[in-house]
């Protein structure tokens, strides 16, 4: 028997352009070993189509792809066009109306991949969990006076005891079916009306998860420890903004920013989960073949995993470890000359060889 998913990719600029179709050719060979069809349909959005009609996606975008299993998107993000127009008009729509209130980024070191922190070893395995849908990330405030010397700007955090609990809780679920740690990032000494709050409700969840030893630590002196002992960590769960860094730093700590995966999700299932790389779109690369495919192979592999397929998303993470591990297959990010295509060609052959 076969189960079929429709995914929505979004190719997106640059290198998302790139990395997307080894990222597909991987979920079919590992779909045709175990009962899974995958159809694609491609949406063009992108900062290409901001520029030539005005807008990143359609005006009914979103419910283009709203009844989709999964989306998988590149990148996007191409000069002559701002940063905050293109994550504005397409990642923060989706995140936002799909309620994909968890951004998870999962950190390894895998063998092959020289990490820049010396300490950083095989023993690192982590879970960044991102707020993903409120916080410090808020469209709330405004500007006055604009041009005069009283100019002013004001944005407001935004922490509902709803959207806190629910990333808290999601987190505690994770610590729990993992090695049971939990670090809470906080500010709650400088920033203090929200994170209290944040706080108080980590003690009450944490209450619940007798199995979880956690504790908090503050956001300043935790990205000092995750350079310096990354193997300590298990869990960290923080808030929008405390997550955007902390995972983007600890994604460089495991290596290059080219293998990095993430999954933006909706755990209550209501809408469709978007996997990504954490990388963007490139351009000082893009168009040559050589961008790692890996961030976005890793990303479907999480898509996988949030389907229901934890066997077949093993078989792919074992796929590209030893791929990586056996071969003089690195892409150039990791010191190698291999090309897109020849890393997953042997990614897919090693599918092949567990035949
Ligand atoms: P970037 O991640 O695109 O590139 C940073 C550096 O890492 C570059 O030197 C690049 O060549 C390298 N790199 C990234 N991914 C790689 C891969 N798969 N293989 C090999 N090397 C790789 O970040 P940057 O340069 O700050 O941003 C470029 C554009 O991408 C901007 O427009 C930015 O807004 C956008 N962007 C989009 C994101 C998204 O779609 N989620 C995330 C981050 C940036
Ligand atoms: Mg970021």
Redo the contacts with the bound molecule.
Sequence with gaps: MTTSYRIALIP?????TE?LPPACAVLDAVGRRHGLAFGYDVFDWS?RRYLDEGAMMPPDGLDRIRDHDAIL???????G?P?HV??WGL?IPIRRRFRQYVNLRPIKVLDGVPSPVAKATSDIDFVVVRENVEGEYSEIGGRLNRGFPEEMAVQEAVFTRAGTERILQYAFDAAQQRRGHLVSATKSNGIVHTMPFWDEIAEEVGARYPGVTWRQEHIDALVAKVVLDPARFDVIVGSNLFGDILSDLAAAVSG????APAANLDPDRNFPSMF??????????AGRG???????IWSAAMMLDHLGHPEAAAEVSDAFTSALATNDAR???LGGNATTNEFTELVLGNFARHR
Excluded: F, R
């Design positions: 997106g600029d640059g290198i998302g990395v900062c998107l590149g990148a996007v993000g191409w000069t066009v940063d293109s994550l990642l290059s920013i080219g293998i990504e790389p954490v990388h963007g779109s490139a351009p000082d690369i050589i961008a790692n495919p890996l961030g976005a892409t150039p990010d």
